[in-house]
Protein backbone atom coordinates (compact mmCIF):
# COMPACT_ATOMS: atom_id res chain seq x y z
CA UNK A 1 0.00 0.00 0.00
CA UNK A 2 0.77 3.56 -0.72
CA UNK A 3 0.45 7.19 1.37
CA UNK A 4 -2.32 8.96 -0.83
CA UNK A 5 -0.43 12.46 0.44
CA UNK A 6 2.94 11.87 -1.14
CA UNK A 7 3.49 8.01 -2.28
CA UNK A 8 5.48 7.18 0.15
CA UNK A 9 5.27 2.92 0.98
CA UNK A 10 3.26 2.34 4.01
CA UNK A 11 4.98 -0.14 6.69
CA UNK A 12 2.74 -1.03 10.42
CA UNK A 13 3.17 0.84 13.16
CA UNK A 14 6.00 0.88 15.89
CA UNK A 15 4.54 -0.71 18.94
CA UNK A 16 5.45 1.02 22.30
CA UNK A 17 7.21 3.76 19.98
CA UNK A 18 7.48 6.55 22.33
CA UNK A 19 8.12 4.64 25.73
CA UNK A 20 11.15 2.74 23.62
CA UNK A 21 12.42 5.94 22.53
CA UNK A 22 12.33 7.64 25.73
CA UNK A 23 13.99 4.63 27.62
CA UNK A 24 16.62 4.87 25.02
CA UNK A 25 17.43 8.53 25.13
CA UNK A 26 17.20 8.85 28.68
CA UNK A 27 19.75 5.80 28.48
CA UNK A 28 22.43 7.87 25.93
CA UNK A 29 22.07 11.26 27.99
CA UNK A 30 23.22 9.08 31.09
CA UNK A 31 26.01 8.00 29.15
CA UNK A 32 27.12 11.11 27.70
CA UNK A 33 28.55 12.20 30.82
CA UNK A 34 30.92 9.79 31.30
CA UNK A 35 31.75 9.99 27.49
CA UNK A 36 32.81 13.64 27.95
CA UNK A 37 34.53 13.85 31.29
CA UNK A 38 36.97 10.52 31.19
CA UNK A 39 39.54 10.24 29.39
CA UNK A 40 38.47 8.82 25.36
CA UNK A 41 42.47 8.20 24.96
CA UNK A 42 45.66 7.28 26.48
CA UNK A 43 48.86 8.87 24.76
CA UNK A 44 52.03 7.12 26.31
CA UNK A 45 55.42 8.69 24.85
CA UNK A 46 58.61 7.82 26.09
CA UNK A 47 56.85 5.79 28.59
CA UNK A 48 55.12 8.71 30.25
CA UNK A 49 51.18 7.53 29.99
CA UNK A 50 48.79 10.96 29.46
CA UNK A 51 45.04 10.51 29.64
CA UNK A 52 43.24 12.80 27.38
CA UNK A 53 39.81 13.78 27.04
CA UNK A 54 37.87 15.38 24.62
CA UNK A 55 38.07 18.40 25.91
CA UNK A 56 41.88 18.78 26.64
CA UNK A 57 41.84 17.22 23.23
CA UNK A 58 40.16 20.36 21.79
CA UNK A 59 41.85 22.35 23.85
CA UNK A 60 45.17 21.26 22.42
CA UNK A 61 44.37 21.76 18.57
CA UNK A 62 43.33 25.24 19.96
CA UNK A 63 46.37 26.55 21.60
CA UNK A 64 48.56 24.61 18.64
CA UNK A 65 47.30 26.98 16.19
CA UNK A 66 44.55 24.26 13.87
CA UNK A 67 41.49 26.29 14.90
CA UNK A 68 39.80 24.16 12.08
CA UNK A 69 40.32 20.56 13.61
CA UNK A 70 39.43 21.91 17.21
CA UNK A 71 36.44 23.46 15.47
CA UNK A 72 35.33 19.46 13.89
CA UNK A 73 36.28 17.78 16.86
CA UNK A 74 34.19 20.16 19.03
CA UNK A 75 31.06 20.12 16.37
CA UNK A 76 31.39 16.02 15.88
CA UNK A 77 32.29 14.81 19.65
CA UNK A 78 30.02 17.15 21.80
CA UNK A 79 27.43 19.06 19.59
CA UNK A 80 26.12 16.85 17.41
CA UNK A 81 25.11 14.06 19.85
CA UNK A 82 24.08 16.87 22.67
CA UNK A 83 21.49 17.86 19.27
CA UNK A 84 20.92 14.46 18.94
CA UNK A 85 19.26 14.18 22.50
CA UNK A 86 17.81 16.61 22.47
CA UNK A 87 16.35 16.87 19.14
CA UNK A 88 14.48 13.61 19.62
CA UNK A 89 13.57 14.61 23.27
CA UNK A 90 11.92 17.79 22.08
CA UNK A 91 9.92 15.64 19.12
CA UNK A 92 8.93 13.12 22.15
CA UNK A 93 8.04 15.82 24.18
CA UNK A 94 5.66 17.21 21.52
CA UNK A 95 3.97 14.14 20.99
CA UNK A 96 3.11 13.68 24.36
CA UNK A 97 1.77 17.50 24.74
CA UNK A 98 -0.16 16.95 21.85
CA UNK A 99 1.28 20.08 20.18
CA UNK A 100 -0.26 20.41 16.58
CA UNK A 101 2.07 23.46 15.54
CA UNK A 102 5.52 22.95 13.59
CA UNK A 103 5.04 19.81 12.36
CA UNK A 104 6.91 19.84 9.14
CA UNK A 105 9.57 21.81 10.84
CA UNK A 106 9.57 18.69 13.59
CA UNK A 107 9.76 16.23 10.52
CA UNK A 108 12.56 17.59 9.35
CA UNK A 109 14.40 17.59 12.24
CA UNK A 110 13.90 14.10 12.75
CA UNK A 111 15.10 13.52 9.25
CA UNK A 112 18.34 15.37 9.59
CA UNK A 113 19.17 13.57 13.16
CA UNK A 114 18.33 10.26 11.27
CA UNK A 115 20.97 11.38 8.71
CA UNK A 116 23.75 12.64 11.33
CA UNK A 117 23.32 9.80 13.14
CA UNK A 118 25.01 7.29 10.02
CA UNK A 119 27.93 9.61 10.61
CA UNK A 120 28.25 9.79 14.41
CA UNK A 121 30.28 6.75 14.50
CA UNK A 122 33.27 8.97 12.69
CA UNK A 123 34.72 9.39 16.10
CA UNK A 124 35.29 6.16 16.91
CA UNK A 125 36.58 5.28 13.98
CA UNK A 126 39.35 7.86 14.37
CA UNK A 127 40.09 6.34 17.59
CA UNK A 128 40.63 3.13 15.97
CA UNK A 129 42.75 4.40 12.93
CA UNK A 130 45.19 6.05 15.14
CA UNK A 131 45.22 3.09 17.64
CA UNK A 132 46.24 1.05 14.13
CA UNK A 133 48.79 3.55 12.80
CA UNK A 134 50.77 5.08 15.86
CA UNK A 135 52.13 1.69 17.74
CA UNK A 136 55.63 2.71 17.88
CA UNK A 137 56.80 0.35 20.59
CA UNK A 138 57.51 1.99 23.35
CA UNK A 139 58.12 4.84 22.01
CA UNK A 140 55.29 6.08 21.71
CA UNK A 141 51.55 4.55 21.34
CA UNK A 142 47.69 5.67 21.51
CA UNK A 143 45.19 3.68 23.62
CA UNK A 144 41.31 3.99 23.91
CA UNK A 145 40.58 4.91 27.82
CA UNK A 146 37.17 4.27 28.90
CA UNK A 147 35.45 7.41 27.29
CA UNK A 148 35.48 6.06 24.14
CA UNK A 149 33.36 2.80 24.87
CA UNK A 150 30.72 5.37 26.53
CA UNK A 151 31.06 7.47 23.29
CA UNK A 152 29.80 4.40 21.13
CA UNK A 153 27.24 3.55 23.43
CA UNK A 154 25.92 7.01 23.41
CA UNK A 155 26.14 6.87 19.04
CA UNK A 156 24.62 3.50 18.92
CA UNK A 157 21.69 3.82 21.77
CA UNK A 158 20.86 7.87 19.94
CA UNK A 159 20.91 5.28 16.39
CA UNK A 160 18.23 3.37 18.31
CA UNK A 161 16.53 5.48 19.45
CA UNK A 162 15.50 7.13 16.11
CA UNK A 163 15.63 3.95 14.39
CA UNK A 164 12.51 2.64 17.07
CA UNK A 165 10.27 6.60 16.65
CA UNK A 166 7.53 6.20 14.53
CA UNK A 167 7.53 9.41 12.89
CA UNK A 168 3.70 8.72 12.01
CA UNK A 169 2.98 9.99 15.71
CA UNK A 170 4.45 13.52 14.80
CA UNK A 171 1.25 13.94 12.17
CA UNK A 172 -0.94 11.52 14.02
CA UNK A 173 -3.24 14.52 15.08
CA UNK A 174 -3.41 17.30 12.53
CA UNK A 175 -5.77 14.71 10.41
CA UNK A 176 -8.76 16.19 12.68
CA UNK A 177 -7.50 19.57 11.75
CA UNK A 178 -7.24 18.69 7.85
CA UNK A 179 -10.76 17.03 7.92
CA UNK A 180 -11.81 20.64 9.45
CA UNK A 181 -10.04 22.49 7.62
CA UNK A 182 -8.11 24.47 10.84
CA UNK A 183 -4.79 23.58 9.18
CA UNK A 184 -1.86 25.87 11.23
CA UNK A 185 0.92 26.35 8.46
CA UNK A 186 4.07 27.64 9.70
CA UNK A 187 5.01 31.48 9.08
CA UNK A 188 8.48 30.62 6.09
Known sequence: MRCPRCGARLHFRK????????????????????????????????GDKQ?????????????????FIAMIIFFASILVPLFKVVGIMLILTSIQRRWKTWLRHRTLMFRIIKF????????????????????????????????????????VLTMLASNTFDTRLIWEDSHDRESSGNIEYPEP
Open 15 to 46: PNSVTRTWALLISSLILLFPANLLPILTVTYL
Open 51 to 67: PNTIIEGIEHFIQSGTY
Open 116 to 155: IGRWSMLDIFVIAIMVALVNLGTLTSITPAPAATYFAAVV
